[in-house]
């Protein structure tokens, strides 16, 4: 059982930043690939990055690569996703998602879900 608390997401200003974080429960934090998706209001929730085990992968969807950073640190069982250059359109609820399998994660299929932080950003 693995599980998952989002914070450090707030309100912004177009052009600034924010970096999330992703606390896991578990010791087996480091053997499961992790994830980030979003949920704008009125849409469904989309994949936004994902982050291998060993940290030597990474996935971004198009919209937020070269604005977006993944990284994790396996000591703190926490994963992190650094947001730059934010727009209003990167305005949503924000969910940490954890699979041991991170092809499962790029294709939406998620064993565990946080309750989400929400970012918001004004124009």
């Known amino acids: 059982q693995v599980q998952l608390v989002e914070s450090g997401g707030g309100l912004v200003q177009a052009g600034g930043s924010l970096r999330l974080s992703c606390a896991a429960s578990?010791?087996?934090?480091?053997?499961?690939?992790m994830g980030w998706f979003r949920q704008a209001p009125g849409k469904e929730r989309e994949f936004v990055s994902a982050i291998s085990w060993s940290a030597d992968s990474t996935y971004y969807v198009n919209s937020v690569k070269g604005r977006f950073i993944i990284s994790r640190d396996n000591a703190k069982n926490t994963v992190y996703l650094q947001m730059n250059s934010l727009k209003p359109e990167d305005t949503a609820d924000y969910y940490c998602?954890?699979?041991?399998?991170?092809?499962?994660?790029?294709?939406?299929?998620?064993?565990?879900w946080g309750k989400g932080t929400l970012v918001t950003v004004s124009s």
């Open positions: 578990g010791r087996t934090f480091s053997s499961y690939a």
């Open positions: 998602a954890a699979h041991r399998n991170l092809n499962y994660i790029l294709k939406g299929g998620v064993d565990y």
